[in-house]
DNA sequence: TTTATGTACC
């Protein structure tokens, strides 16, 4: 036991128990308070001191101390709420946040012996938070019901983690539809919503409830008002659109709210910023927070920023930088080994994954294979996935896949596409990539053959589309788009663009087309991708010298890329492209990957 | 003793 805080005589001491609660630290300091607990009969004499104990032990972070908690909570002859509740709140902290979820369950059976204590509100708010962690959209269901048969839904708290638990399962309508029922709501109601539709799949209506927030700013109570936590959440909605125009404005009411020196808002605008395509902007934020204010995720994030947009010496120069109090974690090495990736930069993204100090993940292993395939060391990426301690995802084939048709190697590409068809994969992209080797290879009997698979397996189809903001509004297309209100002039202006950039030597590049088609039909597929459509739009919509911007869901196809190269000469315009994976900067006929992607 | 917050392989 640690020394107590007063000086006491022993006999004092055990009188009070309650000083020594906050300086258990060893799980052997545990066990020594429960033996005084038992000794003093205060275990089932002073209910409150045993659930407060109980509550420390369940979450403290040694392994050993849970099971005790769980065990203690089953010793008890007829356990309280809050002895249950205990319970329920380490298990949802726990790696197993289900076993909440089934002692709440067991507690529900009828059974005299022992006496199952009542739930409260706080019961079914640790259940809520198991529920939510492990993204169990059935069981949040049901403790919604719990909520409404214990008549709990006057409880602000409560109803806030039922709507942040069905936000976590990804049903945003309940989420909303929960949060629309309360008549009572503070800001944390409001976070809750609004982060869960940002991560999700709602960013734009999360803006659309943020501006909503912020225009009744005035008239709200003061419970309502918004708070750092409401900005992150905002912010990580305009990254995840890629809208400046957004990211500007909430950045402009943090500075009103006066948090910008929060570390936490700071880190939701560095992303921002990247993610929107500023990496200056993003640099700036991240220059601004003083160097003993900076957090692990600061780094991270800048770090990540830095090598989305193609610049790895600099990524590798920030991670050598970061101070040693810091200690890189998983999400360090996977932001510094893209950054190598993306600039090509073998040996040293190498050499940071050797040298790596936690222990590498499947996606570690997914940017090391993919380092060595595009670099054509195809033998090797494949020994690495051969040599990791885990079997490889659908992912990690799709990389080797990808690399094998760089490369041209047939056998690596079929023995990928089989893992795939093995692992369930059945999307077009594995089966472009295939057909395209075959191709390459003229053997057009296994490009028929692929394509037949495709016809009898129903392949799903990742439609790609692609979107760019033009004064405030973010304008959607998709691949042959034909629902665009000015179709009419993009089609025509694209039509100009291809004989203007025609004069600078473009002609299209139909490898990526699979369909056995004609050559000139294959012209016609490629020349209406999504993000040649909003390159065209943008171009005629705003004024010359504008900067254009466009995000697409899926990686450019390198047809678009000559085809964005050269109209940044062409017309004299930078065109930044975020894509699934990095951004590509062009500028007077040049990208910032290097044609490296 | 409850609530809401940032980073991640193709």
Not at 518 to 540: D, N, R, T, V, W
């Amino acid at each position: 036991m640690p020394p107590a805080p007063a000086t006491a005589t022993a006999a004092a001491a055990v009188l009070h128990l309650e000083p020594f609660l906050p300086c258990l630290t060893t799980f052997s300091h545990y066990k020594q308070f429960h033996a005084q607990l038992i000794t003093s009969a205060r275990l089932y004499f002073e209910p409150s001191l045993r659930a407060r104990f109980l509550d420390r032990l369940a979450l403290s972070a040694h392994a050993a101390a849970l099971p005790h908690a769980l065990l203690l909570l089953r010793s008890l002859p007829s356990p309280a709420t809050n002895d249950l509740n205990a319970a329920l709140r380490g298990l949802a902290a726990s790696p197993h946040p289900a076993r909440s979820l089934l002692l709440l369950a067991g507690r529900l059976l009828p059974s005299p012996s022992p006496p199952r204590p009542r739930l409260d509100a706080l019961s079914l708010s640790f259940a809520l938070k198991a529920s939510a962690r492990c993204s169990d959209g059935p069981a949040t269901l049901q403790l919604h019901a719990l909520v409404l048969c214990l008549g709990c839904t006057a409880d602000v708290r409560l109803i806030t983690t039922l709507v942040d638990s069905y936000a976590k399962c990804d049903d945003l309508a309940s989420a909303r539809n929960v949060f629309d029922g309360m008549t009572v709501r503070d800001v944390a109601s409001w976070n809750a919503l609004l982060a869960g539709l940002a991560q999700g799949t709602e960013p734009t209506l999360a803006l659309k409830l943020f501006h909503r927030l912020v225009g009744s700013f005035r008239e709200l109570p003061p419970r309502e008002a918004p708070n750092e936590v409401t900005m992150v959440a905002a912010l990580s909605a305009c990254a995840q659109i890629g809208s400046l125009q957004d990211g500007l404005y909430v950045h402009e009411f943090v500075r009103k709210m006066g948090v910008s020196g929060n570390v936490r808002v700071c880190n939701a605008l560095i992303d921002m910023y990247s993610k929107c395509g500023s990496l200056a902007r993003a640099l700036e934020v991240f220059h601004s927070i003083k160097r003993e204010d900076r957090t692990l995720v600061s780094y991270n994030t800048a770090i990540q920023a830095i090598s989305m947009h193609g610049h790895g010496g600099d990524a590798l120069k920030l991670f050598d930088e970061m101070p040693t109090s810091i200690e890189p974690d998983e999400v360090t090495y996977i932001a510094v080994l893209c950054g190598c990736n993306h600039a090509g930069l073998v040996d040293d993204g190498l050499r940071v994954f050797h040298g790596m100090r936690v222990p590498p993940n499947v996606k570690h292993y997914g940017t090391v294979v993919d380092l060595l395939g595009r670099a054509g060391r195809l033998a090797e990426a494949y020994d690495t996935i051969k040599s990791m301690p885990f079997p490889a995802d659908i992912v990690l084939w799709q990389t080797l896949l990808g690399a094998s048709k760089t490369h041209g190697d047939v056998e690596l590409a079929e023995l990928a596409a089989t893992k795939l068809a093995e692992l369930g994969s059945n999307v077009d992209g594995d089966y472009v990539l295939l057909s395209n080797v075959y191709a390459s290879k003229a053997r057009w009997a296994d490009v028929g053959r692929v394509r037949d698979t495709m016809r009898s397996n129903d392949v799903r189809k990742v439609p790609g589309f692609s979107y760019t903001e033009i004064s405030g509004v973010m304008h959607k297309f998709i691949n042959g788009d034909k629902e665009h209100p000015r179709l009419q002039e993009i089609y025509r202006a694209l039509e100009e663009i291809v004989s203007r950039i025609g004069e600078l030597g473009y002609e299209p590049e139909t490898s990526n087309v699979l369909h056995d088609i004609g050559e000139e039909e294959k012209q016609y597929a490629l020349s209406y991708h999504s993000e040649k459509l909003a390159i065209a739009f943008g171009l005629i919509a705003t004024p010359p010298g504008e900067t254009l911007r466009v995000i697409k869901n899926l990686r450019i196809c390198g047809d678009c890329h000559v085809v964005a190269k050269l109209i940044s000469k062409a017309y004299g315009r930078v065109i930044i492209i975020r894509d699934r994976a990095r951004f590509h900067r062009f500028e007077d006929g040049q990208c910032s990957c290097g044609d490296y992607w």
